[in-house]
C-alpha cells in the first residue's frame, strides 16, 4: 500500500478527468436509484470530495481502517446524505466517490487465507441497478481502470471491510460475476 496523501489525491484527480469520456446514463447525475446500499469511501477520499464541493465539513461520517479515515455509509441508512433535498441528485457530481463511479460494477477482493496477499481482483455487475442491461464491455473496462488506479492506496484491512460490508450487502442482491 502507498501511503502518499499526494499521490492519492492525485489518482482522484486523473479518475474524475478520466470519468468524463464516459456515457452511462447515471454520469451525468445521480437519478437516485442505486442509492440504497452501502458505499465505502478510499482514504483521503471523504477530504477530496469535501473540497471539491467546498464544504467545510466532511461529507460522509467517517470510520477509521488500518489508521486511516474512510467515509462510510452503512446499508441501513435511510437513503445517501450525497442526494440533494429532491433524492435524485447527487450534490458531489460531477465529483463522485469511486464506489459510486464505477457501480453497478463493483470489486471483489480475493484475499490469501493469511490476509498477507491480494490474489486478484473479480468484477461484479448488480443487476440491482436499472441501468445494468445499458452496462457493455467499455463500462467494465472503464471500472476495472479505476478500481486497478486506487488497488496500490488501498490497504488489505480496507479490502477485507469492503468485502464484508460491501460484497456482503450486495451478495444478498442480484449480482453476476463479470
Excluded: R
Amino acid at each position: 500500500m502507498i501511503n502518499h496523501k499526494g499521490s492519492i489525491l492525485a489518482a482522484f484527480d486523473e479518475i474524475h478527468k478520466f470519468v468524463n469520456k464516459f456515457d452511462l446514463d447515471c454520469i451525468n447525475g445521480c437519478k437516485g436509484d442505486c442509492e440504497d446500499g452501502a458505499i465505502l469511501l478510499l482514504p483521503y477520499e471523504n477530504e477530496y470530495l469535501s473540497q471539491k464541493v467546498k464544504s467545510d465539513k466532511l461529507i460522509f461520517p467517517s470510520i477509521t481502517i488500518d489508521g486511516f479515515s474512510c467515509g462510510f455509509i452503512a446499508e441501513d441508512e435511510p437513503h445517501c446524505i450525497a442526494l440533494g433535498d429532491d433524492h435524485v441528485t447527487c450534490k458531489l457530481y460531477p465529483f463522485m466517490p469511486v464506489d459510486c463511479l464505477t457501480y453497478p460494477v463493483f470489486p471483489k477482493f480475493n484475499i490469501d487465507e493469511f490476509g498477507d496477499t491480494v490474489l486478484c481482483m473479480d468484477l461484479y455487475l448488480s443487476k440491482f441497478c436499472p441501468l445494468h442491461k445499458n452496462v457493455n464491455q467499455s463500462y467494465i473496462h472503464f471500472a476495472k481502470k479505476i478500481w486497478h488506479m486506487v488497488l496500490p492506496f488501498i490497504s488489505k484491512g480496507w479490502m477485507q471491510f469492503y468485502n464484508e460490508n460491501i460484497i456482503g450487502f450486495f451478495s444478498k442482491k442480484d449480482t453476476k460475476k463479470v
